[in-house]
C-alpha cells in the first residue's frame, strides 16, 4: 500500500533514537516527495531527519556524520513499514500522537513538530500519564530563559497550555479543543540549569469544556514557581 508523510514522520524517530545522525528513506522504483526536518537532542546539537515519501516499496538506510551509510539499506515489507510507524512518531504533534497511537505514546521526550511553536519545549519530557493527570520535567536551557536567565514567563504559559492538554487527552486522546481562557500566578524564579516538574490535572470534564490546573515545581525542593488554570472547548 502507498506509505503516508505522517507514517514516514512516525517511523523516523526509530532511526533517530538508535543515534544515527541522518536518516532518509529512497524509494525503490519512483521519485517521491521529501520531507526535511530537524530535532535537537542535546545542547547546540541537531539530528537531521530527511524523508522521501514514495508510493512504491522503499526502503531504510541510516547515514552517519560523514555523509557515508553507516548501516546497508534494506528492503521494507509492508508489514515491517506499519510497525515501524506505529512503534515511533518524529516530527508529529503530540496531538497527532495521541489520536493515532493513544495517550501512552507521548510518554518520554515530548513530541513536536520540529518546526513549530511547540519545539521551543524539545527538551520538555512526559513521565507519567493517567486519567485526569500527568507529570512531566523540564531543564531551564538557554532558550527557555528571560533576561534574567530565568524561566520565562511566555514559557511558563506554553508549559500550562501544553501539559493541560495532555492532561484532558488522557482523558479522550481523540479531543485536544481549542484554548478558551489561560491565566498564569508566577510564585518564584525557575533559575538556569534548575528542573522544572510540571504537573497538570483536569479539575472537569464536560461536554463543551475541559478545566485543568497546572502547577510547576522545583524537582529538587518543590518550591512552587507558579501555578496556571487552562479551559480548552
Not at 542535546?42 to 539530528?47: C, D
Not at 485526569?132 to 534574567?148: D, F, I, K, M, R
Not at 463543551?208 to 529538587?220: H, I, N, P, Q, Y
Request: aromatic fraction near 4%; glycine fraction near 10%.
Amino acid at each position: 500500500r502507498d506509505v503516508t508523510g505522517t507514517e514516514i514522520q512516525m517511523a523516523f524517530r526509530v532511526a533517530v533514537q538508535r543515534g544515527c545522525v541522518a536518516a532518509r528513506l529512497v524509494a525503490a522504483r519512483r521519485p517521491a516527495v521529501v520531507v526535511q526536518a530537524s530535532r535537537s537532542v542535546a545542547a547546540g546539537a541537531h539530528r537531521s531527519v530527511v524523508a522521501t515519501v514514495p508510493s512504491a516499496p522503499w526502503r531504510l538506510a541510516s547515514t552517519a556524520a560523514g555523509g557515508e551509510d553507516a548501516s546497508p539499506a534494506k528492503n521494507v515489507s509492508a508489514d515491517e513499514e506499519a510497525a515501524a510507524a506505529v512503534e515511533a512518531a518524529s516530527n508529529v504533534s503530540f496531538i497527532e500522537a495521541a489520536k493515532a497511537k493513544g495517550v501512552q505514546a507521548l510518554l518520554g521526550a515530548f513530541l513536536n513538530t520540529g518546526t513549530r511553536f511547540d519545539a521551543a519545549l524539545s527538551g520538555l519530557k512526559v513521565l507519567k500519564v493517567a486519567d485526569g493527570s500527568t507529570l512531566c520535567e523540564v531543564e531551564v536551557t538557554e532558550g527557555l530563559q528571560n533576561a534574567y536567565k530565568t524561566l520565562h514567563g511566555g514559557a511558563v504559559a506554553t508549559l500550562v497550555d501544553i501539559v493541560g492538554t495532555i492532561a484532558l487527552l488522557s482523558l479522550d486522546p481523540t479531543r485536544a479543543g481549542v484554548s478558551v481562557d489561560l491565566n498564569v500566578s508566577f510564585c518564584s524564579a525557575a533559575k538556569a540549569g534548575e528542573k522544572v516538574l510540571v504537573e497538570g490535572r483536569v479539575l472537569r470534564a464536560g461536554k463543551k469544556l475541559g478545566f485543568t490546573e497546572v502547577d510547576l515545581r522545583l524537582a529538587s525542593t518543590g518550591q512552587l514557581i507558579a501555578t496556571g488554570r487552562h479551559t480548552k472547548a
